[in-house]
């Protein structure tokens, strides 16, 4: 071999040393990813895209567990749906509980959050006290609320007291119904928000808010300017969260209401499936309006997503 | 190299942790020679989990070899068909739940006449489909509802005798009312929107099924409709008893729970409710005199609804079906059983039975009642409460409109039309 063939081969061998430890190094990077990643996707695969599929499928059937054997029956399921009263009631309903849990925790929240954002042992006692109520379970929060008002609980054992001759019959009055179980949604995810917009409020950095304050901006306008567009991805998260949540009630309106008082006062989409699935059996039909539930949802998280992103700024 | 395999180990072995986490409940082993059989139970305040646990101990005392996983549900038709959906189908199980779905799929072990021994198969019995018996028959029966007063109430009011015609029985509300007492406790609140129902299904079940115990049975054939007017007429009385003011509306919002203490607290002198009532009322006496009468039809007639339940049935894939059998009828024959089933939930029992001793007057009135009414004929079906008699759901589908009913937010006529529509929509095509 030939002094130039050695030096070749050793730059050449140093080089391509090189290339194969690199490559090397990428595959055993791939592996560890795939070793982490596959065996999430998998549980995520089997019992979540697996369902969605089955649910697809079984709602274009007349499937009813009371009876032997399903039907293929196209889209009739659907079909029925937009010509069912019942369907249509439900999700005006749904759709009015999702726009008040979303805007009124928001709101308040932020409020509440701004007002917590300082140091000090009583604000920290506050935030925990503000965060106790989403650690219950949504069953025991409803239950406990439902003993207050319904119409001889304690909220209007209390009116009475101050004088109310006639308090509202805040679970039996069908006027009012859906706004008390709304209510409560809200007073249990308020937490949330606030937790989420403490976080943000606490990443803003400090020098930006005293910079607009050294320039002669007042609180409004620093909170306007510089608190407000920075607080972006904490105002997605939150909006995202409680709209999903909003659409996805059953809890509540199954223990406070049941769907009552009075037909369809209370009914959500989520109460609706589970009753057309569960009580009647009719699996076919409700599959179909799962389906139409996940496709409202998808659709609206995503449109909103798409709008609150388009705020969020990097520092 | 090494560093690779660590991490490859350490990522298989977190995966069989998640996986073997998302396993459901495993069930507990026994001892090597006794059979694991599952029995579907359901707790009622009557029907607590000592109740349930003494009951199974005596019927495993009878039967050895057999080591029972108790299952704490529901007792009706649509829980069992999602346990059996969701491969947790119970070995045994009872409670009245309609059985003719599970018998349609195979999913019953059959009963022979050997087999049952001595107990009497009663002519129409609900568990025998096909001239074959997939359902122990029950001992007991019970009637939805019977009306319990308040005697003290009436005697304030200036009634000394409970009513046996429906013009008595305004007449009784009317006083009441005008004594300022709220005649007509009702529920419905929470959860428990079936307590809504106790007035208008007395009410059905003696004006409908008293003028035609096959009404439900007809409804079913599509020979008559929830429009026609002897229903229409039941559901009108339901509204005119709302719109006279003799319910205690408060009750709409309350659980059943608290629509029996508003009546244990006298906030109306009057609580239809099922014979269970009894038992509560013994085990935890009023603080005023309790009496009892079925609900009066418009011809005078006090009329019984009474429901004779299936008994306990036998998964047709249990483990050992002939153990699960015998296991099934000691618990249902053992007289502890018997005796503690009649005190703790008041099931009503012809003179072919002998009462246990110590039980309380409550109960004691209630069964009389239901022994005359056998005698005199005057018991109908307790059509809206046995299962198979309307298509699954429907009772609970209705339970809104009745509120609705109650409240004024819907006619007699509409109603009606409504529960025909749910009817059409839920019924099983065959």
Wanted: include cysteine; charge should be negative; charged fraction near 20%.
């Amino acid at each position: 071999m030939t002094a130039t063939e050695l030096r070749t081969t050793g730059v050449a061998g140093t080089a391509g040393r090189r290339a194969t430890r690199t490559r090397t190094m990428r595959r055993g990077r791939v592996l560890q990813f795939g070793i982490f990643v596959v065996p999430g996707m998998a549980i995520y695969v089997a019992l979540v895209l697996v369902p969605m599929v089955m649910a697809i499928v079984t709602s274009t059937t007349d499937s009813n567990q009371f009876r032997l054997g399903a039907d293929f029956v196209g889209i009739d399921n659907y079909l029925r749906l937009v010509q069912d009263p019942a369907f249509l009631r439900a999700l005006g309903n749904t759709v009015l509980i999702a726009a008040v849990v979303t805007i009124v925790p928001n709101v308040l929240g932020l409020a509440i959050a701004l007002l917590l954002d300082r140091k000090g042992w009583i604000f920290n006692v506050l935030r925990s006290a503000f965060f106790i109520p989403i650690v219950l379970s949504a069953v025991v929060v409803s239950v406990i609320w439902g003993l207050i008002l319904r119409d001889d609980g304690l909220l209007n054992q209390t009116l009475r007291w101050f004088g109310v001759a006639d308090p509202p019959g805040w679970v039996s009055d069908p006027n009012i119904a859906l706004f008390t179980v709304s209510s409560v949604i809200c007073w249990q995810v308020l937490g949330v928000c606030v937790v989420i917009y403490l976080a943000g409020l606490q990443g803003i950095p400090r020098e930006l808010l005293e910079a607009a304050e050294i320039d002669g901006a007042g609180p409004a306008t620093r909170f306007r300017t510089v608190t407000f567009p920075l607080l972006a991805p904490a105002v997605t998260i939150n909006v995202i969260l409680t709209l999903i949540g909003g659409f996805k009630v059953y809890d509540q309106v199954k223990v406070i209401t049941n769907g009552g008082p009075g037909v369809g006062t209370t009914n959500t989409l989520a109460f609706d499936v589970v009753r057309v699935s569960v009580d009647s059996g009719q699996v076919g039909y409700g599959s179909a309006m799962a389906t139409v539930m996940l496709v409202i949802i998808a659709f609206v998280s995503i449109v909103v997503m798409r709008l609150l992103q388009r705020r969020e700024v990097s520092l | 190299m090494r560093r690779r395999m660590s991490i490859a180990a350490a990522a298989i072995a977190m995966s069989v942790v998640a996986l073997t986490a998302c396993t459901a409940g495993n069930a507990p082993t026994g001892s090597g020679e006794d059979v694991e059989l599952s029995f579907l139970t359901f707790e009622t305040p009557n029907l607590t989990a000592e109740y349930w646990d003494e009951a199974i101990a005596n019927a495993s005392a009878e039967v050895p070899g057999v080591k029972i996983n108790k299952i704490v549900g529901e007792n009706n038709l649509e829980y069992l068909q999602q346990l059996w959906s969701s491969g947790q189908a119970p070995d045994i199980f009872g409670g009245g739940i309609a059985i003719e779905s599970f018998v349609a799929k195979g999913q019953l072990a059959e009963w022979s006449e050997d087999e049952i021994g001595d107990i009497v198969v009663p002519d129409g019995y609900a568990g025998m489909i096909d001239g074959k018996l997939y359902a122990t028959p029950s001992t007991g029966s019970q009637a939805i509802p019977l009306v319990y007063y308040n005697k003290d109430a009436f005697e304030q009011a200036g009634i000394t005798e409970p009513p046996s015609s429906w013009d008595e029985f305004l007449e009784v509300c009317e006083q009441l009312k005008a004594a300022g007492i709220t005649p007509i406790e009702i529920g419905g609140g929470g959860e428990d929107t079936w307590a809504a129902e106790m007035v208008p299904a007395a009410i059905i079940e003696t004006d409908v099924s008293g003028q035609d115990p096959e009404w439900f049975a007809k409804r079913q054939a599509g020979e008559v409709s929830f429009s026609d007017p002897e229903f229409v007429a039941a559901a009108q009385k339901v509204a005119d008893l709302a719109k006279q003011g003799y319910f205690d509306m408060d009750g709409l919002s309350r659980t059943y729970a608290d629509t029996e203490q508003a009546f244990r607290d006298q906030k109306a002198a009057m609580y239809p409710m099922g014979n269970w009532f009894a038992a509560s009322a013994d085990t935890t006496p009023l603080d005023f005199e309790l009496g009892v009468f079925a609900m009066p039809s418009e011809d005078g007639r006090n009329l019984m609804p009474v429901v004779t339940g299936l008994g306990l049935s036998v998964n047709a894939e249990a483990a050992d079906v002939d153990l699960a059998k015998q296991w099934a009828l000691a618990f249902q024959t053992n007289q502890e059983n018997f005796d503690k089933s009649i005190k703790a939930d008041g099931g009503l029992v012809s003179d072919d039975f002998e009462l246990p001793s110590g039980l309380g007057e409550a109960y004691l009135a209630t069964n009389d009642l239901y022994r005359t009414a056998v005698k005199e004929d005057n018991t109908v079906p307790a059509s809206w409460y046995i299962q198979g008699m309307t298509p699954p759901g429907f009772v609970s589908a209705l339970d809104p409109a009745l509120v609705d009913l109650i409240n004024g937010r819907m006619t007699a006529e509409a109603f009606a039309e409504f529960a025909d529509q749910k009817w059409e929509e839920l019924k099983l095509e065959q």
